[in-house]
């Protein structure tokens, strides 16, 4: 639902600054500054299916992930090792835990044990690079699967998720993020970067590497040149007219940005050569069915 509490809704639930994605604070009037923060993710975590069983409540979220990118091989998958470890190690979000239970954000009938091991639960779910792009571009279709058609997402829920992507989904970072490449993203720890261009495409970007904010450096940096490369990002809609430099990524791309790149997978490094030419994931598939082929690109920058 669109309700966290009794008397507070996610319009309210929407302050982009805080300092620190895992810092034990709240915003005005005791409420969590964002969903995609550890304080808000709790708070989420309380909420999602209350009611319901454990395994229900679980597994309710995981075929949500299914039904995103259905059609496409590989999937959604829990990884029980990083349970288990967050579960035992996750000192600091049970602290954020007990703290909003103090502060009366997850309610007197909220069990926080539940609440915390459903958290740790989906902070321990994985999945391929791929597959992440295909999620974004579920997001970038309007919230409707871009293999099977069908609507996943409401289209009121999927603005919702692009508007509290653009103005927080990277951390202390996103107003310099909104500024300089202006497109909805989402950043992980993992060092995974989604960024969805409505009605375009969905991108994932995989480099561990992190910078003092969170968030991937060589993603960040991927991100920034994909802009004043192509015409997307803010505003360049209006500003591509009047530039040549900029070129559409419907289009095929420059020879030069067809060079191979690496990309890191479970601890083992493949070598991927592109000559047949990195604009076949650019385009465009059909007015509805955007664009299958997403870009793998978490190691794609020119030298």
């Known amino acids: 639902g669109e309700k966290i509490s009794s008397s507070v809704t996610i319009k309210q639930w929407y302050q982009r600054r805080v300092r620190g994605f895992n810092k034990i604070s709240l915003g005005r009037n005791n409420i969590p500054h964002n969903p995609l923060i550890n304080t808000g993710a709790i708070s989420l975590a309380s909420l999602y299916k209350a009611g319901q069983p454990m395994s229900a409540r679980f ?47 997850l309610g007197d009938d909220v069990d926080l044990k539940e609440t ?14 791929k597959t992440a792009a295909v999620m974004a571009g579920t997001l970038a279709n309007g919230g409707r699967n871009v293999f099977t058609g069908d609507q996943v997402l409401t289209e009121k829920t999927t603005l ?59 993603g960040v940096q991927f991100a920034q040149k994909f802009v004043q490369r192509f015409s997307e990002g803010h505003n360049q809609n209006v500003l591509h007219p009047f530039s040549n430099k ?25 070598r991927d050569n ?30």
């Open 59 to 105: 597994s309710a979220a995981m075929s949500k992930y299914q039904e995103m990118v259905k059609g496409f091989p590989g999937g959604i998958h829990f990884n029980n090792a990083v349970y288990l470890s967050e579960l035992g190690k996750g000192h600091r979000n049970y602290a954020i835990g007990y703290y909003l239970k103090s502060k009366g954000c």
């Open 116 to 129: 915390m091991e459903l958290y740790f639960q989906m902070c321990s779910v994985e999945t391929s690079i």
């Open 160 to 218: 919702q998720v692009l508007s509290i992507m653009f103005s927080c989904g990277m951390y202390d970072y996103s107003g310099e993020w909104s500024f300089n490449v202006g497109l909805p993203a989402k950043s992980g720890v993992s060092g995974l970067i989604t960024i969805v261009i409505p009605d375009r495409m969905g991108i994932a970007l995989w480099s561990p590497p992190l910078d003092s904010y969170g968030n991937s450096v060589r």
């Open 246 to 270: 900029r070129h559409s990524p419907n289009q095929s791309l420059p020879w030069s940005w067809t060079r191979s790149y690496s990309t890191v997978q479970q601890g083992s490094t493949q």
């Open 274 to 303: 592109f000559k047949q030419g990195v604009g076949n994931c650019f385009r465009r598939q059909s007015s509805s069915v955007l664009f299958r082929n997403a870009v793998r690109a978490a190691r794609f920058l020119p030298k």
